[in-house]
């Protein structure tokens, strides 16, 4: 293994370099990468709660009953997942509105086409 501060040659089991002193960082055994590999240093885990994606079953939710949707966007956006949040929202809003159309087209314009035309 080599030292991370100075390339140096560093021994199985040192915990210091020999030629700069600093200290080697521990190695654990990962069954995914078959052999060693050193701890990942903080950042690399889930993204930071703000910015974490809609979870996929409440995205179907948010289109199905839109006002649900509204509710846990409000909620996620009072909280620490903004990212998510705005996506229901946009969701349910986007839902409201097709609704709306699909209500005026088939409902509204045929009573007023059929009311004029019937006399």
């Excluded at 020999?18 to 060693?36: D, E, T, W």
């Excluded at 199905?64 to 809003?93: D, H, N």
């Amino acid at each position: 293994m080599q030292c991370t501060q100075c390339g140096s040659q560093v021994g199985e089991g040192e915990r210091f370099c020999p030629i700069c002193h600093a200290p080697v960082p521990k190695l654990y055994r990962n069954s995914q990468f078959h052999g060693l590999v050193p701890p990942q240093s903080g950042g690399q885990g889930e993204p930071p709660a703000d910015n974490r994606p809609a979870e996929d079953g409440l995205v179907i939710l948010s289109v199905l009953i839109p006002f649900l949707g509204l509710i846990i966007g409000a909620i996620c956006l009072g909280g620490t997942e903004k990212r998510a949040g705005r996506t229901y929202i946009l969701l349910s809003v986007v839902n409201l509105a097709l609704c709306a159309g699909l209500i005026i087209l088939f409902v509204v314009l045929p009573l007023i086409v059929f009311s004029g035309g019937v006399k």
